[in-house]
């Protein structure tokens, strides 16, 4: 088992939709969970950063983990054409340090249409 | 903001060349990160650096080897380049330490090695 799954999609949705994307983990000693957007030839842009269990809201997105069940979400609001992007899950033990590392999800390929 | 430069967006290369693949913050960041990202694989840690001239290997540091001369500076080197290692090529930072310090991205080094 991989210690982090993502579907990769597509996910194609209309515009003004809810979406949600998830990621599934192995690894238990994760603590820390971010989600990346990654436009077409950019790097990855940092989106949410979260600790541990709960929900984390900016804006239109919405981080949710639920550590009990190693499962995290982010959700978009309203979706706009400009949210069409790859989006990376990473997660890490720990939040620094010698030995930091972060562990990524392959990415989920979105499009929204207007 | 944090900023985040590769000297190269595009580079093409042959076989048997040594490349040198240049990074630099701006944000006295102790930690530096060089990545690999193929489509299907999603992004795969080469090696990191938490301080001048300290370098840890990742996950397939294999054909490459690092310098970190400088605190701001972390260069990827391809020793002799092969084809299989044509890929996009990201580089991140992130400070040492303490809660909420993910990392950040540069725009990637897009590597064609012929």
């Known amino acids: 088992q991989k210690e982090v799954e993502q579907d990769p999609g597509p996910l194609s949705v209309p515009e003004g939709a809810i979406v949600s994307l998830n990621c599934t983990y192995s690894n238990s000693a994760f603590q820390y969970f971010m989600w990346y957007r990654q436009y077409s030839r950019k790097g990855p842009e940092l989106l949410m950063y979260?600790?541990?269990?709960g929900n984390k809201e900016d804006g239109r997105f919405t981080a949710q983990v639920d550590k009990s069940s190693k499962y995290i979400s982010l959700f978009i609001r309203d979706s706009q054409p400009s949210d069409s992007a790859t989006y990376l899950c990473?997660?890490?033990?720990?939040?620094?340090?010698?030995?930091?590392?972060?562990?990524f999800g392959k990415g989920t390929l979105l499009t929204v249409n207007p | 903001d944090v900023k985040v430069t590769q000297s190269s967006r595009y580079l093409v290369k042959r076989t048997g060349e040594k490349v040198f693949l240049e990074c630099v913050q701006d944000?006295?960041?102790?930690?530096m990160f060089w990545y690999r990202q193929d489509p299907g694989l999603g992004l795969r840690l080469i090696y990191f650096s938490y301080d001048v001239k300290m370098k840890e290997k990742g996950d397939i540091p294999e054909g490459y080897s690092v310098s970190r001369e400088k605190k701001e500076r972390f260069s990827l080197i391809l020793e002799s380049a092969s084809t299989n290692q044509t890929s996009m090529y990201l580089c991140?930072?992130?400070?040492?330490?303490?809660?909420?310090?993910?990392?950040?991205f540069g725009d990637g080094t897009r590597l064609s090695i012929l």
């Open positions: 990473a997660m890490s033990k720990n939040s620094g340090g010698s030995n930091y590392k972060l562990t």
């Open positions: 944000m006295d960041h102790e930690n």
């Open positions: 979260t600790y541990s269990s």
């Open positions: 991140a930072s992130s400070p040492q330490g303490g809660r909420n310090q993910p990392q950040h």
